[in-house]
């Protein structure tokens, strides 16, 4: 069983992964974001049915891998992952790296949670077939935003958060309606948060699985302390579930972020059942202009190297290593 988590970073995903871990069949680790960062590459490679462009691919996912800055406890022979791809590809290497980590965990099914993969659901779909489930798992857009500013990743404006937002949960709403039911599950972080025992109890029994009170107990594990150890950024997965944890956009976002959230999502919004608090209430939908978009994507990208220069010295060179194998791939095409 290969269970993909989709929907939109902020969302609880590292808790939901770290819970899930614990289960005696479900492997889960940090994701190294494989079909993020490799599919707009994929060109460099050339054609992937040739043996040594096939071979470099296997060799960079590995080495990907290999640099996560939360260690894999696996070891990676790229003959044997060759060997375990039905096909010369992406998600078939990503595959192949997936099942050897569940290998080396003594576990026969896993979890990838970069939710990212609701990109490339139709080659996901494909590949994996019915082997493939879907946890969609989905956050008030509001509070993801919120936590989108505060983090040192990711789109920095209440309207770029939102255009992602929005794109996001409709690709995944799409989804649910178009595999069968018993492989798609959505699941809201403010269930997993306030109902933690009940979330997962009906999780388990979608999955098949036994529930196991040690999942509650997640921010005690090694991979708990392992991601913790990785990052600012992951801190709080040493922590029990915070039922208190929503609703933060009420009192920390400004009416004019709210409004430029609501204003491009609040179709999503109103569809996974949150109420808007401005836009159909006392005003209308904001519009943007050429001028008013050029505006925010210049504020965007300011927002975003301000975050950058506050990663701490530790966080920027655990993170250096899959940067510079990215930068290096990215420069053959310059020296070919």
Same mark, same amino acid.
């Given at each position: 069983m290969k269970i993909f988590m989709v929907g939109t970073q902020r969302s609880g995903s590292n808790l939901l992964r770290l819970m899930l871990n614990q289960a005696?069949?479900?492997?889960?680790?940090?994701?190294?974001?494989?079909?993020?960062?490799?599919?707009?590459?994929?060109?460099?490679?050339?054609?992937?049915?040739? $043996?040594?462009?096939?071979?470099?691919?296997?060799? $960079?996912?590995? #080495?990907?891998?290999?640099?996560?800055?939360?260690?894999?406890?696996?070891?990676?022979?790229? *003959?044997?992952?060759?060997?375990?791809?039905?096909?010369? +590809?992406?998600?078939?290497?990503?595959?192949a790296v997936m099942d050897r980590m569940a290998e080396a965990a003594g576990k026969p099914d896993w979890v990838c949670k970069s939710l990212a993969n609701v990109h490339f659901l139709p080659e996901i779909e494909r590949y994996f077939g019915d082997d493939a489930r879907y946890l969609y798992l989905y956050r008030d857009g509001r509070d993801v935003c919120l936590s989108f500013m505060k983090a040192v990743v990711g789109e920095k404006t209440a309207f770029h958060v939102a255009r992602q937002w929005h794109a996001e949960q409709q690709l995944a709403l799409a989804c649910g309606r178009r595999v069968p039911a018993d492989r798609f599950l959505a699941l809201s972080y403010e269930s997993l948060t306030?109902?933690?025992?009940? +979330?997962?109890?009906?999780?388990?029994?979608?999955?098949?699985?036994?529930?196991?009170? +040690?999942?509650?107990?997640?921010?005690g594990s090694e991979e708990a302390d392992r991601t913790a150890s990785s990052g600012r950024m992951w801190e709080n997965?040493?922590?029990?579930?915070? *039922?208190?944890? +929503?609703?933060?956009?009420?009192?920390?976002m400004s009416t004019d972020d709210i409004v430029d959230f609501e204003s491009v999502a609040g179709a999503s919004l109103a569809e996974l059942g949150y109420e808007l608090h401005f836009v159909g209430q006392d005003r209308e939908a904001r519009r943007y202009d050429e001028?008013? &978009?050029?505006?925010?994507?210049?504020?965007?990208? #300011?927002?975003?190297?301000?975050?950058?220069?506050? &990663?701490?010295?530790?966080?920027?060179?655990?993170?250096?290593?899959?940067?510079? &194998?990215?930068?290096?791939i990215r420069s053959r095409a310059v020296t070919a």
């Open positions: 005696p069949s479900l492997a889960a680790p940090h994701p190294p974001h494989v079909l993020e960062r490799f599919a707009p590459l994929l060109s460099l490679y050339g054609n992937l049915q040739g $043996d040594a462009a096939f071979a470099t691919l296997v060799d $960079d996912v590995a #080495r990907l891998v290999e640099a996560n800055p939360v260690p894999w406890p696996v070891t990676l022979e790229r *003959a044997d992952l060759h060997r375990r791809c039905r096909e010369r +590809s992406l998600v078939a290497v990503f595959g306030t109902a933690p025992e009940p +979330s997962l109890r009906r999780l388990c029994a979608w999955l098949g699985i036994e529930f196991h009170a +040690s999942m509650l107990d997640y921010h997965v040493r922590k029990p579930v915070m *039922a208190g944890n +929503s609703r933060k956009w009420l009192a920390e001028a008013a &978009l050029a505006a925010l994507d210049a504020e965007n990208r #300011r927002r975003k190297a301000q975050a950058r220069e506050t &990663l701490p010295p530790a966080d920027a060179a655990a993170r250096k290593p899959q940067e510079d &194998l990215l930068a290096e």
